[in-house]
RNA sequence: GCAGGGUUAGUGAAGCGGUCAAACACGUCAGACUGUAAAUCUGAUGGCUUAUGCCUUCGUAGGUUCGAAUCCUACACCCUGCA
């Protein structure tokens, strides 16, 4: 992997990732296919789309179909025919979603009001509905039960690594512990500490350089001295690029200080990725913060459920400006596109009253088509965001679409 | 014509004297979703100037009872046997 800077506006930068599978222009978002597959779409789709990568999951593709299956077949690309870039997520994720996520029902941004007292609350046991969660770490690693069929197995940073060799992407992730906001500062001290150790031994078990990059994590959740210490260290390993991950605070406040407090102090001439975050405005104000990938199941995952973007001149919902409830009965007789100057396939052939017709009648074709026009609303935002950096004007951009940020 | 069974909120269907504005399911409406256990999850769903309140509802009309969706009578409609 080679990464070269082509522009600077402020602490924004554009430039290129160069993979053994093509190019990558950043600041560019990744869509997540958890298991070697973006739902509901096809490599056609994603080809049509420009899609800059597809980012595939350790955890899940160990369990099914294995790792050693993909490798028979040359790698997660080359299995599900995509020929472009590729990354995996380290299994680091799932430790967090299904184990203290699971348990206590949270994301790694706290949207639970009001945070302090839930935090409270689990912090003394007195969560009144825990769920049992499918994870257990310790200093080593981490023991889970497949949530597939409850078989036991054991990830470490080597296995993980060993496992993401095989499956070869192009870009792979250190094994790290995901924090919640919830955790207090000691638990994510000593998880911070243990994130240390794993990716010291995940950049030693790394031995496929030449065609494959690993990024260490930052972790520290919303603790100043903590993500600083975590950029630091991280930085120290010889990595070729840097991932902040995590839980990133309680508010989006929280997630801009923790980018304020690690960005700065990161090499410049490592590429810097998000790690699961990407609503509309997350892009706009970390590009601004010069972050250069992105990956998020957001635009994805909202699109099957019904919530699909629009740009400020649509107005879009009073709670949420940046998409629209698609299946409100005020679309039922709607014969304007989702969004008026998309250009994306669902824009250009079907009506809102339509879309939501599929969606009331549970038709798969309604998440396919939103999920295709989320997806190229996100290229094309990214787009413009590179174009905003290049010509020096990404605040201006930033303002017309109502966003505030004091950057 | 005789005998039996049935008629409950948008739909299906519980309830068979008080704790019933009425379970549950579906439907409908609204909301959530940030390194995907997610085509998932949450809430609302008779009306009211939103309440440990009032009003109207369980085929229709009467009646019994302190009290009826629940018991009785008549009527209407539907289903099943026998003629």
Redesign the pocket.
Known sequence: MKFEITSRSKRARTGVITTPHGMIETPAFI?????AD???LDIKDLHELKAPAV??????LYLRPGPDLIEKFGGVGEFMGWDGPT?T??????????GF??EHGV???S?IFPAEEKQSRVLSGQDPKP????FKIDEDGVNFVS??DGSKHRFTAETSIDIQQKLGADII???????SPLHDKQYTEQAMFRTHDWAKRSVQAWTNREKQAL?G?I?GDAYEDLRKKSTEYICSLDTPGI?V????GKS?ND?FDILDWTLPITPEERPRHL?????I??LFTASARGIDT?????????A????VYVSPAEGG????KF?I?I??????QDSGPIDKDCTCFTCLNHTRAYI?HLF???E?LA?RLA?LHNLHFVFGLMEDIRGAIRGDSLKNLMSEWGIDDKI
Do not use: W
């Not at 997520?89 to 299904?98: A, E, I, K, T, Y």
């Not at 099957?304 to 919530?307: A, P």
């Open positions: 869509p997540v296919g958890t298991k973006v739902k509901t980012l595939a999951n350790t955890y899940h990354f997520d380290s299994g680091g994720f799932q430790v967090f979603s299904l996520g699971l994301s790694k941004v949207n769920r049992k969660k499918l949530h597939l992730f250190a094994f790290d512990e995901c924090t990024y994590i972790q991932a991950g995590g839980s990133l989006k997630m790690l699961g975050i990407g609503e405005e997350d992105f990956d998020c199941v957001s635009p994805t995952r909202i099957r459920n019904g919530s919902n009073p709670k949420n998409n409830n299946r409100a009965q005020k679309y039922a939501r009331a009648s549970g798969l998440m999920t």
